[in-house]
C-alpha cells in the first residue's frame, strides 16, 4: 500500500456539496480515507473569482502513480468538471500531492505535485493531517513550507464537511452515479472516512476500463500517425 495526499477544491455552485460529492467517490477508491478541516480560501493565480472550499485528504492505494492519476481525473469528469480557464473557476480539482516518498517528473504527471509550495490552500489543511512530512523533493517540512505562506488567506470553516451518501443517492445524476458507485460512508472530525467492499470492486472493473481506454486511444494515436507519416 502506498500512502497519498489530495488537495480538493472548489468554487462554483454549491461548493460543500461538490467537496461532499467528491469525498464520497474517493472512499470507494482509496482505503483509510482521511479528511482535513474544511478551509474558505481566497482564489490563488486568478484572482477576480469566487472563493474557494479546499479541503486535503490522506488516504492508502494498491494503484501506481499514473493509474491513481489517471482514475482522479476520471473522476473530476464524472462529477461535472470540464475544462477552462487556468487557475481558473472550477466545480472541483482533485491534486495528487505525494505519492509515498517518490519523486517524478513526467509530462503528464509530476510528483510531488510542483505548485504545493507557495499555496496557503495546500499547506494550511496539510497541517491539519501531517505536520512533520518532509517534502522529498525540498527536504523540508509541511510545518516549515506553510511558515512561508499567508495564513489569512484561508479561513477554516466551523461546520465540518458531512457524508453526502444520502443527498448523492436521491440525485439524478447517472454519469456521476453509474461511473464511480455510491455506497455507504462515514465521517466525523478531522474526518475518517471509508466506502464499501461492493463499490470498491466495481470500481476496480473501473480502472480496467480506463487502462483499456487509455490503450485505445494511445493505438489509435500510433495509426493516425502512421497514416500521416504514410501520406508524406
Given at each position: 500500500?502506498?500512502?497519498?495526499?489530495?488537495?480538493?477544491g472548489?468554487?462554483?455552485?454549491?461548493r460543500?456539496?461538490?467537496?461532499?460529492?467528491?469525498?464520497?467517490?474517493?472512499?470507494?477508491?482509496?482505503?483509510?480515507?482521511?479528511l482535513?478541516?474544511?478551509?474558505?480560501?481566497?482564489?490563488?493565480?486568478?484572482?477576480?473569482?469566487p472563493?474557494?472550499y479546499?479541503?486535503?485528504?490522506?488516504?492508502?492505494?494498491?494503484?501506481?502513480?499514473?493509474?491513481?492519476?489517471?482514475?482522479?481525473?476520471?473522476?473530476?469528469?464524472?462529477?461535472?468538471?470540464?475544462?477552462?480557464?487556468?487557475?481558473?473557476?472550477?466545480?472541483?480539482?482533485?491534486?495528487?500531492?505525494f505519492?509515498?516518498d517518490?519523486?517524478?517528473?513526467?509530462?503528464?504527471?509530476?510528483?510531488?505535485?510542483?505548485?504545493?509550495?507557495?499555496?496557503?490552500?495546500?499547506l494550511?489543511?496539510?497541517?491539519?493531517?501531517?505536520?512533520?512530512?518532509?517534502?522529498?523533493?525540498?527536504?523540508?517540512?509541511?510545518?516549515?513550507?506553510?511558515?512561508?505562506?499567508?495564513a489569512?488567506?484561508?479561513?477554516?470553516?466551523?461546520?465540518?464537511?458531512?457524508?453526502?451518501?444520502?443527498?448523492?443517492?436521491?440525485?439524478?445524476?447517472?454519469?456521476?452515479?453509474?461511473?464511480?458507485?455510491?455506497?455507504?460512508?462515514?465521517?466525523?472530525?478531522?474526518?475518517?472516512?471509508?466506502?464499501?467492499?461492493?463499490s470498491?470492486?466495481?470500481?476496480?472493473?473501473?480502472?480496467?476500463?480506463?487502462?483499456?481506454?487509455?490503450?485505445?486511444?494511445?493505438?489509435?494515436?500510433?495509426?493516425?500517425?502512421?497514416?500521416?507519416?504514410?501520406?508524406?
Amino acid at each position: 500500500m502506498a500512502t497519498v495526499y489530495l488537495s480538493l477544491g472548489t468554487n462554483l455552485g454549491d461548493r460543500a456539496y461538490n467537496l461532499e460529492r467528491a469525498v464520497t467517490r474517493l472512499t470507494e477508491v482509496l482505503d483509510a480515507l482521511v479528511l482535513s478541516s474544511v478551509y474558505e480560501t481566497d482564489p490563488w493565480g486568478l484572482v477576480d473569482q469566487p472563493d474557494f472550499y479546499n479541503l486535503c485528504a490522506l488516504g492508502e492505494t494498491t494503484l501506481e502513480p499514473r493509474a491513481l492519476l489517471r482514475l482522479l481525473k476520471h473522476l473530476e469528469r464524472a462529477l461535472g468538471r470540464v475544462d477552462g480557464t487556468l487557475w481558473g473557476p472550477r466545480l472541483i480539482d482533485i491534486d495528487l500531492l505525494f505519492y509515498d516518498d517518490q519523486v517524478l517528473d513526467e509530462p503528464a504527471l509530476q510528483v510531488p505535485h510542483p505548485r504545493i509550495r507557495g499555496r496557503a490552500f495546500v499547506l494550511i489543511p496539510l497541517l491539519d493531517l501531517v505536520e512533520d512530512l518532509e517534502h522529498p523533493a525540498l527536504k523540508r517540512s509541511i510545518r516549515s513550507l506553510a511558515s512561508e505562506v499567508d495564513a489569512t488567506t484561508v479561513r477554516r470553516l466551523a461546520q465540518p464537511l458531512l457524508a453526502a451518501s444520502a443527498a448523492c443517492d436521491q440525485a439524478s445524476e447517472p454519469s456521476a452515479t453509474q461511473s464511480l458507485g455510491i455506497n455507504g460512508q462515514s465521517c466525523t472530525g478531522v474526518q475518517s472516512c471509508t466506502g464499501s467492499e461492493t463499490s470498491r470492486s466495481s470500481n476496480r472493473v473501473l480502472l480496467q476500463s480506463i487502462e483499456q481506454g487509455v490503450t485505445a486511444e494511445t493505438q489509435q494515436v500510433c495509426r493516425m500517425r502512421a497514416i500521416a507519416a504514410g501520406a508524406r
